[in-house]
Protein backbone atom coordinates (compact mmCIF):
# COMPACT_ATOMS: atom_id res chain seq x y z
CA UNK A 1 0.00 0.00 0.00
CA UNK A 2 1.58 2.96 -1.18
CA UNK A 3 -0.39 5.40 0.78
CA UNK A 4 -2.16 7.04 -2.20
CA UNK A 5 -5.88 5.83 -2.68
CA UNK A 6 -7.49 5.80 -5.90
CA UNK A 7 -11.40 5.51 -5.92
CA UNK A 8 -12.79 3.53 -8.12
CA UNK A 9 -10.42 0.94 -8.83
CA UNK A 10 -12.36 0.35 -12.21
CA UNK A 11 -15.45 2.08 -14.45
CA UNK A 12 -17.14 1.42 -17.33
CA UNK A 13 -19.47 3.71 -18.83
CA UNK A 14 -21.61 4.84 -21.45
CA UNK A 15 -20.16 7.37 -24.46
CA UNK A 16 -21.19 11.14 -23.60
CA UNK A 17 -21.45 10.45 -19.96
CA UNK A 18 -19.61 11.62 -16.87
CA UNK A 19 -17.83 10.10 -14.15
CA UNK A 20 -15.56 11.33 -11.09
CA UNK A 21 -12.05 9.94 -9.73
CA UNK A 22 -11.32 10.65 -6.37
CA UNK A 23 -7.64 10.45 -5.01
CA UNK A 24 -6.70 10.68 -1.34
CA UNK A 25 -2.99 11.96 -1.20
CA UNK A 26 -0.19 10.12 0.79
CA UNK A 27 -0.84 12.03 4.56
CA UNK A 28 1.35 14.76 4.75
CA UNK A 29 2.01 15.20 0.98
CA UNK A 30 0.49 18.29 -0.17
CA UNK A 31 0.84 17.95 -3.92
CA UNK A 32 -1.68 16.23 -6.22
CA UNK A 33 -0.88 15.31 -9.57
CA UNK A 34 -3.15 13.28 -12.57
CA UNK A 35 -1.96 11.07 -15.32
CA UNK A 36 -3.51 9.12 -17.93
CA UNK A 37 -1.86 5.93 -19.04
CA UNK A 38 -2.57 4.60 -22.78
CA UNK A 39 -1.30 1.97 -24.83
CA UNK A 40 -0.73 5.09 -27.65
CA UNK A 41 -0.10 7.25 -25.54
CA UNK A 42 2.27 6.07 -22.44
CA UNK A 43 1.85 8.62 -19.53
CA UNK A 44 0.73 11.40 -20.03
CA UNK A 45 0.88 14.58 -17.29
CA UNK A 46 -2.47 16.00 -17.02
CA UNK A 47 -2.58 18.23 -13.93
CA UNK A 48 -0.71 19.72 -10.86
CA UNK A 49 -2.32 20.97 -7.70
CA UNK A 50 -0.46 22.04 -4.80
CA UNK A 51 -2.11 22.72 -1.72
CA UNK A 52 -5.42 23.53 -3.30
CA UNK A 53 -4.04 25.35 -5.90
CA UNK A 54 -3.56 24.57 -9.60
CA UNK A 55 -0.01 24.66 -10.70
CA UNK A 56 0.31 23.71 -13.74
CA UNK A 57 -1.62 21.96 -16.50
CA UNK A 58 -0.27 19.09 -19.37
CA UNK A 59 -2.07 17.47 -21.96
CA UNK A 60 -5.71 18.14 -20.62
CA UNK A 61 -9.03 18.03 -22.09
CA UNK A 62 -11.19 20.78 -21.75
CA UNK A 63 -14.24 18.28 -21.35
CA UNK A 64 -11.72 16.76 -18.16
CA UNK A 65 -11.10 18.97 -15.15
CA UNK A 66 -10.15 18.71 -11.68
CA UNK A 67 -9.79 20.04 -7.87
CA UNK A 68 -8.24 19.66 -4.87
CA UNK A 69 -10.27 20.24 -1.49
CA UNK A 70 -9.19 21.75 1.36
CA UNK A 71 -8.76 18.19 2.89
CA UNK A 72 -6.11 17.77 0.22
CA UNK A 73 -8.33 14.95 -1.21
CA UNK A 74 -8.36 15.26 -5.21
CA UNK A 75 -11.14 14.94 -7.93
CA UNK A 76 -10.92 14.61 -11.70
CA UNK A 77 -13.58 14.92 -13.54
CA UNK A 78 -14.39 13.75 -17.25
CA UNK A 79 -17.33 14.69 -19.08
CA UNK A 80 -18.67 13.92 -22.40
CA UNK A 81 -16.57 10.66 -22.83
CA UNK A 82 -15.65 9.20 -25.69
CA UNK A 83 -14.13 5.79 -26.77
CA UNK A 84 -10.71 7.19 -26.94
CA UNK A 85 -10.72 8.31 -23.18
CA UNK A 86 -10.55 4.62 -21.87
CA UNK A 87 -7.64 4.51 -20.11
CA UNK A 88 -5.74 3.79 -16.83
CA UNK A 89 -5.93 7.19 -14.85
CA UNK A 90 -3.28 7.83 -12.14
CA UNK A 91 -2.89 10.23 -8.83
CA UNK A 92 0.45 10.52 -7.66
CA UNK A 93 1.27 12.68 -4.59
CA UNK A 94 4.44 14.57 -3.18
CA UNK A 95 5.31 16.24 0.31
CA UNK A 96 6.51 19.70 -1.97
CA UNK A 97 5.77 20.48 -5.11
CA UNK A 98 8.74 20.83 -7.37
CA UNK A 99 8.53 17.21 -8.41
CA UNK A 100 12.29 16.76 -7.88
CA UNK A 101 12.11 14.07 -5.48
CA UNK A 102 9.63 11.81 -7.06
CA UNK A 103 6.23 10.81 -6.40
CA UNK A 104 4.55 8.45 -4.37
CA UNK A 105 1.60 6.92 -7.30
CA UNK A 106 -1.54 5.35 -6.10
CA UNK A 107 -2.71 1.96 -7.90
CA UNK A 108 -4.89 3.56 -10.31
CA UNK A 109 -8.62 3.85 -11.89
CA UNK A 110 -9.15 2.00 -14.60
CA UNK A 111 -12.03 4.05 -17.04
CA UNK A 112 -13.62 1.99 -19.62
CA UNK A 113 -15.86 3.91 -22.14
CA UNK A 114 -18.37 1.25 -24.05
CA UNK B 1 10.49 20.36 -24.15
CA UNK B 2 11.82 17.37 -22.14
CA UNK B 3 11.85 14.41 -23.12
CA UNK B 4 13.04 11.28 -22.39
CA UNK B 5 14.23 7.81 -24.81
CA UNK B 6 13.86 4.41 -23.60
CA UNK B 7 15.31 1.19 -25.06
CA UNK B 8 12.46 -0.67 -27.21
CA UNK B 9 11.43 -3.91 -25.39
CA UNK B 10 10.46 -6.45 -24.41
CA UNK B 11 13.35 -7.32 -22.92
CA UNK B 12 13.60 -11.41 -22.09
CA UNK B 13 15.93 -12.86 -19.47
CA UNK B 14 17.09 -16.24 -18.34
CA UNK B 15 17.00 -15.67 -14.50
CA UNK B 16 20.85 -14.56 -13.00
CA UNK B 17 21.43 -12.95 -16.86
CA UNK B 18 22.42 -9.04 -16.33
CA UNK B 19 20.05 -6.64 -17.19
CA UNK B 20 20.58 -3.09 -19.03
CA UNK B 21 17.70 -0.86 -19.75
CA UNK B 22 18.94 2.32 -21.86
CA UNK B 23 17.30 5.42 -20.91
CA UNK B 24 18.48 8.90 -21.85
CA UNK B 25 17.27 12.28 -22.26
CA UNK B 26 16.88 15.96 -23.40
CA UNK B 27 16.48 18.70 -20.85
CA UNK B 28 17.45 22.11 -20.25
CA UNK B 29 19.11 23.28 -16.92
CA UNK B 30 19.66 19.86 -14.00
CA UNK B 31 16.58 17.67 -14.11
CA UNK B 32 16.53 15.05 -11.31
CA UNK B 33 16.10 11.82 -13.02
CA UNK B 34 14.52 8.66 -11.61
CA UNK B 35 13.49 4.98 -12.74
CA UNK B 36 9.98 3.56 -11.61
CA UNK B 37 8.51 -0.08 -11.73
CA UNK B 38 5.28 -1.13 -12.67
CA UNK B 39 4.18 -4.55 -11.83
CA UNK B 40 1.19 -6.10 -13.43
CA UNK B 41 -2.27 -4.25 -12.12
CA UNK B 42 -0.39 -1.92 -9.58
CA UNK B 43 0.70 1.60 -10.12
CA UNK B 44 4.01 2.88 -10.70
CA UNK B 45 6.44 2.61 -8.17
CA UNK B 46 9.77 4.64 -7.65
CA UNK B 47 12.82 2.25 -8.06
CA UNK B 48 15.55 4.87 -7.39
CA UNK B 49 16.67 8.37 -8.27
CA UNK B 50 19.43 10.51 -8.70
CA UNK B 51 19.24 14.37 -8.18
CA UNK B 52 22.45 15.55 -9.86
CA UNK B 53 25.52 14.43 -12.34
CA UNK B 54 27.34 11.41 -11.23
CA UNK B 55 24.99 10.72 -8.58
CA UNK B 56 24.18 6.70 -8.58
CA UNK B 57 21.20 6.01 -7.59
CA UNK B 58 20.50 2.31 -6.20
CA UNK B 59 18.22 -0.06 -4.62
CA UNK B 60 17.16 -3.66 -4.80
CA UNK B 61 20.19 -4.66 -6.37
CA UNK B 62 19.07 -1.80 -9.25
CA UNK B 63 21.63 0.37 -10.53
CA UNK B 64 21.80 3.76 -12.34
CA UNK B 65 24.28 6.53 -12.97
CA UNK B 66 23.21 9.91 -13.71
CA UNK B 67 25.97 10.95 -16.81
CA UNK B 68 25.36 14.68 -17.68
CA UNK B 69 28.16 14.49 -20.34
CA UNK B 70 25.80 11.32 -22.28
CA UNK B 71 22.40 12.84 -21.22
CA UNK B 72 21.98 8.93 -19.91
CA UNK B 73 20.48 7.30 -16.85
CA UNK B 74 20.74 3.80 -17.81
CA UNK B 75 19.31 0.62 -15.47
CA UNK B 76 21.14 -1.70 -14.52
CA UNK B 77 21.21 -4.85 -12.25
CA UNK B 78 23.65 -8.00 -12.41
CA UNK B 79 21.24 -10.74 -11.82
CA UNK B 80 17.68 -10.87 -12.23
CA UNK B 81 14.94 -12.78 -10.76
CA UNK B 82 11.97 -13.54 -11.96
CA UNK B 83 10.24 -11.51 -9.63
CA UNK B 84 12.41 -8.91 -11.63
CA UNK B 85 9.86 -9.15 -14.19
CA UNK B 86 7.70 -5.83 -14.75
CA UNK B 87 7.18 -2.32 -16.76
CA UNK B 88 10.44 0.00 -16.00
CA UNK B 89 9.90 3.68 -16.82
CA UNK B 90 12.78 5.93 -17.09
CA UNK B 91 11.78 9.86 -16.11
CA UNK B 92 12.59 12.97 -15.36
CA UNK B 93 11.97 16.51 -13.45
CA UNK B 94 12.99 19.36 -15.60
CA UNK B 95 11.83 22.87 -16.67
CA UNK B 96 8.02 22.25 -16.05
CA UNK B 97 7.42 22.97 -12.52
CA UNK B 98 6.19 19.55 -10.55
CA UNK B 99 6.07 17.50 -13.85
CA UNK B 100 7.18 14.30 -13.99
CA UNK B 101 8.66 13.01 -17.86
CA UNK B 102 8.36 9.23 -18.58
CA UNK B 103 9.32 7.44 -21.22
CA UNK B 104 7.34 4.99 -22.86
CA UNK B 105 8.37 2.22 -20.55
CA UNK B 106 10.35 -1.20 -20.80
CA UNK B 107 8.79 -4.66 -20.51
CA UNK B 108 10.83 -7.20 -18.87
CA UNK B 109 10.37 -10.50 -18.82
CA UNK B 110 12.39 -13.11 -16.55
CA UNK B 111 12.10 -16.77 -17.26
CA UNK B 112 13.14 -19.56 -14.65
Known amino acids: DSGVTQTPKHLITATGQRVTLRCSPRSGDLSVYWYQQSLDQGLQFLIH???????AKGNILERFSAQQFPDLHSELNLSSLELGDSALYFC?????????????FGSGTRLTVV | GDSVTQMEGPVTLSEEAFLTINCTYTATGYPSLFWYVQYPGEGLQLLLKATKADDKGSNKGFEATYRKETTSFHLEKGSVQVSDSAVYFC???????????FGQGTILTVHP
Open chain 2, 91 to 101: ALSGTSYGKLT
Open chain 1, 49 to 55: YYNGEER
Open chain 1, 92 to 104: ASSVEGTGGYGYT
